[in-house]
């Protein structure tokens, strides 16, 4: 694999990486219960990239269809308003 995943879209706006779209450099998915960015913080300051260029860094869902080795294999991931990942799909 020779590029990274790109974050298309995230609807989390209480997330400090959002501003008008994921300004982190990379973000994690993950979770227990269903895929969501590990990366999600909210607190009452912004941060991040200075525009929206974020992309998947790491993918610890093993049974989505997109992982392999560790890393999404998706074009691009979207991200909903509670900061699951849409994309996410099982095997």
């Not at 610890?60 to 999404?72: A, G, P, S, T, Y």
Request: net charge negative; glycine share 8%; hydrophobic share 35%.
């Amino acid at each position: 694999m020779s590029t990274v995943t790109a974050v298309n879209s995230c609807a989390t706006t209480s997330c400090a990486y959002n501003t008008d779209g994921c300004t982190a450099f990379a973000v994690t998915i993950g979770g227990s219960d269903k895929a969501s960015c590990a990366t999600f913080v909210s607190l009452d300051a912004r941060g991040g990239l200075p525009t929206a260029d974020g992309h998947v860094g790491a993918c610890q869902r093993l049974e989505c269809v997109h992982n392999k080795d560790l890393m999404c294999t998706a074009e691009g991931i979207d991200v909903s308003d509670s900061a699951a990942c849409l994309t996410y799909e099982a095997r």
